[in-house]
């Protein structure tokens, strides 16, 4: 009878261990995978930026090409990250980054990620970029609906982008049709 115990015993453990080693091998994937999938994100938004044109009358005429950060997530840190170490540059200007508080810190900037921790931040911040020619890019579910240009979201495990039209045409950008057919889901009202 002790010898039946100690073998179920050793049978619980052997698929505890199992277990265990499922679950990291599964854990360690998705993390990997969502690295991926934000260094992936970082490479679009710099080929948006091959399809949409800024107003040539706009302030933002800088030697700099200016992308502001407001929110923390991994794509806004991965984003620098791989722009500084293969020396990106959009619009064939260098990449300044400039990082944000809160929707009360905002300034001028050509594109704005976008990471709201509130419905009311991201009110906020999009009453700030109203009508004004600043490219808004996120990857939070309900961002599109709210305003924001353009959004990430996953679709049977591949990164695709929405684009709200009209937001986009509010703020004097010039999108290219060649974008708005590659996007996933275009809102015209």
């Known amino acids: 009878m002790f010898i039946i115990k100690l073998h179920y015993i050793f049978k619980k453990i052997k698929s505890t261990i199992l277990y265990l080693l499922v679950v990291g091998f599964i854990s360690s994937s998705i993390a990997f995978g969502q690295t991926q ?6 490479a679009f938004v710099e080929r948006f930026t091959q399809f949409i044109e800024w107003p040539q009358d706009s302030t933002l ?27 990106v540059k959009i ?29 009311q ?16 890019i ?11 240009h353009i959004n990430f979201f996953i679709n049977e495990g591949s990164i695709r982008f929405s684009i709200n039209n009209s937001t986009v045409k509010q703020s004097n950008l010039s999108m290219s049709y060649l974008l708005l057919q590659a996007a996933g889901t275009v809102i015209n009202d």
């Open 121 to 136: 931040d991201l009110i906020n911040i999009l009453n700030f970029t109203k009508n004004k020619p600043i490219l808004t």
């Open 91 to 119: 619009k064939d200007k260098k990449i300044s980054f400039k990082y944000f508080k809160s929707h009360t810190d905002l300034q001028t900037t050509h594109i704005l990620l976008v990471s709201p921790k509130t419905d």
């Open 138 to 148: 996120s990857d939070c579910k309900t961002c599109i609906e709210k305003g924001v």
């Open 37 to 42: 999938s934000y260094i992936v994100k970082a």
């Open 61 to 87: 005429n800088s030697q700099e090409f200016i992308i502001g950060v407001i929110g923390n997530n991994q794509l806004n840190s991965n984003i620098q990250q791989l722009y500084t170490e293969q020396k």
